[in-house]
């Protein structure tokens, strides 16, 4: 089994990370915002739309933590769905104030016609990676987050 890198070593290594994930994230929203007129959503809605086809109906406030996003810009997103036809506000038997959002048909459509698009783009991603690549990929990812959640954490 390999040696865990050193703090120091482990930083550098992180940075070069970062350095790629930005790119990356606002490549991805430029082909998105670039084909929103195809898919019919913003990057906003169709992470909205993402969310409630993984996880059933939610909250705003549950939608935000899940994405780390204000509540104010997940409250537009909700309401930017609603206005297409893809969510609607439900009553929440746990919370009177706090609507449940919840996915309609013609939502559950439109984002699976955007994943399966996503799929089609993404499976032309060259570079021979295996599963096992993959995995390491969102290990990797996956502790930073936990890491930068430790620092905010500790900032308040």
Do not use: W
Not at 55 to 76: C, H, K, N, W, Y
Request: aromatic share 2%; net charge negative; glycine share 6%.
């Amino acid at each position: 089994m390999p040696t865990p890198l050193p703090a120091d070593a482990l930083a550098s290594r992180l940075a070069e990370v970062y350095l790629v994930v930005g790119p990356l994230y606002r490549k991805v929203a430029r082909v998105v915002e670039r084909d929103e007129p195809v898919m019919g959503m913003s990057t906003g809605v169709r992470a909205v739309l993402d969310q409630l086809q993984r996880d059933g109906d939610v909250t705003v406030p549950a939608i935000a933590a899940e994405q780390d996003l204000s509540r104010q810009f997940v409250q537009r997103m909700v309401h930017e769905a609603r206005d297409a036809g893809f969510a609607d506000l439900v009553d929440n038997p746990q919370h009177r104030r706090s609507s449940l959002v919840r996915l309609t048909p013609r939502g559950s459509e439109a984002i699976a016609a955007v994943t399966a698009r996503e799929h089609r783009l993404m499976g032309r991603v060259a570079g021979d990676l295996t599963d096992a690549d993959v995995d390491t990929t969102l290990r990797v990812l996956r502790c930073m987050i936990e890491g930068l959640d430790d620092v905010e954490r500790s900032a308040t």
